[in-house]
């Protein structure tokens, strides 16, 4: 079974930048697309960004477009999120998901397995 653990998570003051990592184990990334989600208290988790498995097209929320860039490294079995201009809103539990499937989208329901999540938070 494919596991996850984030990490890289912390406290930054608005307009910071972080990197999260998320390493993979009990299986290859190579057959699986990845994608980063976020939960706020009382919120819904939302997807962040995604990445396919073949090309590596990826997807943004608007809201983190052009600030956030997704990557992958298959070889190191690993999957980046760079979070630059982090605002409050920023603020959340973090994780990294995958999906085997063939045909998603970048939302909770289509990703399978989860890591335990990393808290971000951007405060001064």
């Known amino acids: 079974q494919l596991q996850f653990v984030e990490s890289g998570g912390g406290l930054v003051q608005p307009g910071g930048s972080l990197r999260l990592s998320c390493a993979a184990s009990g299986s290859t990334l190579e057959n699986h697309a990845v994608g980063w989600f976020r939960q706020a208290p009382g919120k819904e988790r939302e997807g962040v960004s995604c990445i396919s498995r073949v090309h590596g097209l990826t997807h943004y929320a608007d809201s983190v477009e052009g600030r956030f860039t997704i990557s992958r490294d298959n070889a190191k079995n690993a999957v980046y999120l760079q979070m630059n201009s982090l605002k409050p809103e920023d603020t959340g539990v973090y994780y990294c998901?995958?999906?085997?499937?063939?045909?998603?989208?970048?939302?909770?329901?289509?990703?399978?397995?989860w890591g335990q999540g990393t808290q971000v938070t951007v405060s001064w």
């Open positions: 998901a995958a999906t085997s499937r063939s045909i998603w989208s970048c939302v909770a329901t289509d990703f399978g397995s």
